[in-house]
């Protein structure tokens, strides 16, 4: 069985079309399921279960758990950033070096050439790209980590 399913990819991915569109998938899939272990691996590394994670993003644990669990999850941007700034990360778009971009404005150019980064943060439904104060936030958010690690050790000890 498994010789026929490969006979049937490689027809259907013999034109450079459809495999473009397969790799684009693939490596978007692959890109996400990256990020999401790299937060549940945070998560654990604090000793949070997914429930508090949830109560500090301000989101219902169900979507944390489905976020972190679920094989094929789709997360939104929303929720992916949320869970993000509850564990201290900031979610940023970069250009990837050298990756020609197809068109921007009408001009084609190598997206390493553009200025894409573009500090922000996402905090509940408030969007902040004020550089000075973003900085700010990073700050006290820097200091809430380290209380909240304090606590965590101090609810530890026997």
Known sequence: MRAKWEQIRDRKLADPASRSR?????????A?????LAMDEERERRHL???????????QPAAVRRLLTAEDTNPTLRTVVGVANALGFEVELRPKSGTPNEKLNGQSQEVGQMD???PFRVIGDFFVDDPVEVERIN?????ADRDIAQLQKRKKRP
Request: hydrophobic share 45%.
């Open 22 to 30: 397969y790799e684009q998938k693939r490596d978007a899939l692959i």
């Open 116 to 118: 894409a980064h573009v």
């Open 49 to 59: 279960s997914k429930t508090e994670l949830a109560s500090i993003a301000g989101l």
């Open 139 to 143: 700050r006290l958010e820097a200091e």
């Open 32 to 36: 996400v399921r990256r990020v999401l």
